[in-house]
């Protein structure tokens, strides 16, 4: 079974400019959790989404974003890029909302904003 | 608010040494946990989980061992290999469904 996919893997954008990113979770699991890594922060929960809706949201600013296909495939926007959102951007899927289920990351996004 | 730490932000074994990464997490009403192994250039990878109603549990070559007095759960590798070099990290399951993850610890294995 294939596990989770992101596109594109490389990204480089300047600031002010807006991304999309991709995820395509492993077959059968209908949710989708995004993580931004840092350095210096670690890894921080920016968003989860399950049957198309939203259902957590982790504390950053509006210009992060996203949404979830009926195929469970999910895309994150942040708009007016910053500096400072440079980071590996995961995306985690798991069966259900259910925790005990594990969350199973992809490669990642490595986003760089000049 | 939900924090989760870990004890030591690096450890270098020697290959075919036991390794034991250690992590503290602050919510007592928390109930799941799981440990990843994150490669340079790769996403985290699940190693193990645990319940709270356990407190020891064993996969290939790894144990994790939870303490909910002190709230500490520990990661033993055994027979320590030069592919287990990579960082970990321990998530607390949270409440609302999302992970709260530590720092991390990069284990570093000596040949």
């Known amino acids: 079974k294939a596990g989770v996919t992101q596109t594109p893997r490389y990204l480089i954008k300047t600031r002010g400019q807006q991304v999309t990113l991709s995820c395509s979770p492993i077959?059968?699991?209908?949710?989708v959790s995004w993580y931004q890594q840092t350095p210096g922060q670690g890894l921080q929960f920016l968003f989860e989404?399950?049957?198309?809706?939203?259902?957590n949201k982790g504390n950053f600013p509006g210009r992060f974003s996203g949404r979830q296909f009926s195929n469970s495939r999910s895309e994150m926007n942040v708009s007016t890029l910053e500096l400072g959102d440079s980071a590996l951007y995961l995306c985690?899927?798991?069966?259900?909302?259910?925790?005990?289920?594990?969350?199973?990351f992809g490669p990642g996004t490595r986003l760089t904003v000049t | 608010g939900e924090s989760v730490g870990l004890h030591l932000p690096t450890l270098s074994v020697q290959e075919g040494d036991n390794s034991i990464i250690n992590c503290a997490y602050s919510?007592?009403?928390?109930?799941?946990f799981i440990w990843y192994k994150q490669e340079s250039g790769k996403g985290p990878q699940f190693i193990i989980d645990?319940?709270?109603?356990?407190d020891k549990r064993q996969g290939q070559r790894v144990t994790v061992l939870l303490n909910k007095t002190v709230k500490h759960l520990s990661l033993q590798i055994a027979a320590t290999q030069p592919g287990d070099s990579a960082v970990y990290f321990c998530?607390?399951?949270?409440?609302?469904?999302?992970?709260?993850f530590g720092k991390g610890t990069k284990l570093s294995v000596k040949p």
């Open positions: 919510n007592s009403a928390s109930d799941y």
């Open positions: 989404y399950f049957s198309e809706t939203q259902r």
């Open positions: 998530a607390d399951g949270g409440s609302q469904g999302n992970l709260i």
């Open positions: 645990i319940r709270s109603n356990m």
């Open positions: 077959s059968g699991h209908r949710s």
């Open positions: 985690a899927s798991s069966l259900a909302v259910d925790r005990g289920l594990g969350q199973y």
